[in-house]
T-cell receptor, first 110, second 116 residues
Framework: RKEVEQDPGPFNVPEGATVAFNCTYSNSASQSFFWYRQDCRKEPKLLMSVYSSGNEDGRFTAQLNRASQYISLLIRDSKLSDSATYLCVVKRGSQGNLIFGKGTKLSVKP | DTAVSQTPKYLVTQMGNDKSIKCEQNLGHDTMYWYKQDSKKFLKIMFSYNNKELIINETVPNRFSPKSPDKAHLNLHINSLELGDSAVYFC???????????????FGPGTRLTVL
């Protein structure tokens, strides 16, 4: 079993749709949680950190459930520019080792 | 004023050759990383250096040897290249390692290595 597992995707949605991505992690000692975004043939970039209390950044909302070892990302009012691969990332241990999920590809269509 | 830069961007070479990829960051970060993203798009940590000292060395063949001449540079040398080494290699840096901090890792643009 992979340490970080994500919805396989791809998600094809119309502009304006709300889309949710889910992620589970297996190591209960994981300390920090993130969503990264990777555009085609580009490097990953941090989208947002994920906190237990849940956090929101504009149209993006991230949730963490430590008991269930589950992380989610909600995107409201999807834009064409949201098309990318979304990577669920977990920081393992004190040495800052990031474990990446395989990513979920999102295509937003006009 | 690129934050994390890598050279070359593309590298095409024959099996058995030795090649190097260079990485530099101008963010003043203490920690640098090498990641490999294979054809299935899985991004995996290979190495991590903190202030020129190796702190993470995942299960990577010893044909791969990182070198950090100073904390702003982390180069990756690969000996006896194999077909399976074809991938995109990303360098990254962060302010610090350790603790429960959420320091962002900043990635370079990647080096697309193709071994023929």
């Amino acid at each position: 079993r992979k340490e970080v597992e994500q919805d396989p995707g791809p998600f094809n949605v119309p502009e304006g749709a709300t889309v949710a991505f889910n992620c589970t992690y297996s190591n209960s000692a994981s300390q920090s949680f993130f969503w990264y975004r990777q555009d085609c043939r580009k490097e990953p970039k941090l989208l947002m950190s994920v906190y237990s209390s849940g956090n929101e950044d504009g149209r993006f909302t991230a949730q963490l459930n430590r008991a269930s070892q589950y992380i989610s990302l909600l995107i409201r009012d999807s834009k064409l520019s949201d098309s990318a691969t979304y990577l669920c990332v977990v920081k393992r241990g004190s040495q800052g080792n990031l474990i990446f999920g395989k990513g979920t590809k999102l295509s937003v269509k006009p | 004023d690129t934050a994390v830069s890598q050279t070359p961007k593309y590298l095409v070479t024959q099996m058995g050759n030795d090649k190097s990829i260079k990485c530099e960051q101008n963010l003043g970060h203490d920690t640098m990383y090498w990641y490999k993203q294979d054809s299935k798009k899985f991004l995996k940590i290979m190495f991590s250096y903190n202030n020129k000292e190796l702190i993470i060395n995942e299960t990577v063949p010893n044909r791969f040897s990182p070198k950090s001449p100073d904390k702003a540079h982390l180069n990756l040398h690969i000996n006896s290249l194999e077909l399976g080494d074809s991938a995109v290699y990303f360098c990254a840096s962060s302010r610090r390692v350790g603790g429960a901090g959420t320091d962002t890792q900043y990635f370079g643009p990647g080096t697309r290595l193709t071994v023929l």
